[in-house]
């Protein structure tokens, strides 16, 4: 595998980590309840969403894909006459710069390393495509920042939705929709515990147990719930159609290049993990 493949691969669990941080970080709580948006998932969904512009609900439970549509339907529109899509993506930003520089320090983000991180993760994003990608599309149409750590982050953000919307893509394809898709991935044990998925996606446990008595009849689940052979290559597939259609940036950027960002980047992401700003997750080995 060469290391275009192999960042592709391990891209989603690495990199991913240096733009989630904005999920999870007392900083970004802060800066969205300045601009009104208290509620958490509220927050989440208008600050991710911003910059498709005063989008509804259909909008954000499509391209975001495996949440209730009734639980988008209490933030959204509603978010947006306390805040304009501008004034929560101005949040954003600065939420992240806020979470930067206590993760990192002044030092960390003044230094050529970073500096040189930002510019070769933005030429990695010369290599997205659009096509089909709603959401990598509407942060792409964003002007970039000027400091290089948050031009960094952009990137990572630009190179992560757009390798979210392949997924989404890769899932349809495999026919699951968000349900179902949500239901396999809590069984693979790689990510939520079902109570978990169930609380922060919004499904009812009625609903969810409607989902895995469907998939069990499928041969998808067994009876204690877990994957199957033929559940575990249905994932499987999913990730490798994934990992495919996520190929271009790193193809564009090159193995020698992609291979210096990688060194660039694990370290920062390693930093997040050990702080704990992202709660149950660490680097893969």
């Given at each position: 595998m060469g290391e275009a493949a192999a960042v592709a691969v391990a891209f989603g669990t690495t990199f991913d980590f240096l733009h989630a941080v904005v999920y999870f970080a007392p900083e970004a709580r802060q800066r969205f309840a300045a601009a009104g948006l208290e509620d958490g998932?509220?927050?989440?969904?208008?600050?991710?969403?911003?910059?498709m512009g005063p989008v509804g609900a259909g909008v954000v439970t499509a391209s975001f894909f495996n949440?209730?549509?009734?639980?988008?339907?209490r933030s959204l529109p509603h978010a947006w006459s306390i805040a304009t899509p501008e004034a929560v993506l101005e949040a954003r930003f600065a939420a992240v710069d806020d979470i930067y520089r206590r993760l990192f320090g002044e030092e960390l983000l003044a230094s050529a390393e970073v500096a040189e991180a930002a510019?070769?993760?933005?030429?990695?994003?010369?290599?997205?495509?659009p096509d089909g990608r709603p959401l990598y599309a509407a942060h792409a149409s964003l002007p970039w920042p000027e400091q290089p750590h948050l031009a960094l982050w952009h990137a990572i953000t630009l190179l992560r939705e757009h390798r979210g919307d392949a997924h989404i893509a890769a899932l349809l394809v495999n026919?699951?929709?968000g349900l179902t898709a949500l239901v396999t991935h809590v069984a693979t044990g790689a990510g939520f515990t079902p109570s978990a998925a169930k609380r922060t996606r919004g499904w009812s446990d009625a609903e969810w147990d409607a989902v895995v008595a469907e998939l069990t009849v499928k041969g998808i689940l067994d009876a204690d719930g877990a994957l199957t052979d033929r559940g575990r290559d249905l994932r499987e597939r999913v990730e490798a159609a994934t990992n495919a259609a996520s190929l271009g940036?790193?193809?564009h950027l090159g193995d020698e290049k992609t291979a210096r960002l990688w060194e660039l980047c694990r370290p920062l992401a390693n930093r997040v993990v050990e702080a704990g700003a992202i709660p149950g997750r660490r680097i893969p080995d």
């Open positions: 998932s509220t927050a989440y969904f208008a600050s991710r969403s911003a910059a949440f209730h549509p009734g639980k988008v339907a510019a070769l993760a933005r030429e990695a994003t010369e290599g997205c495509r026919g699951l929709s940036p790193w193809q």
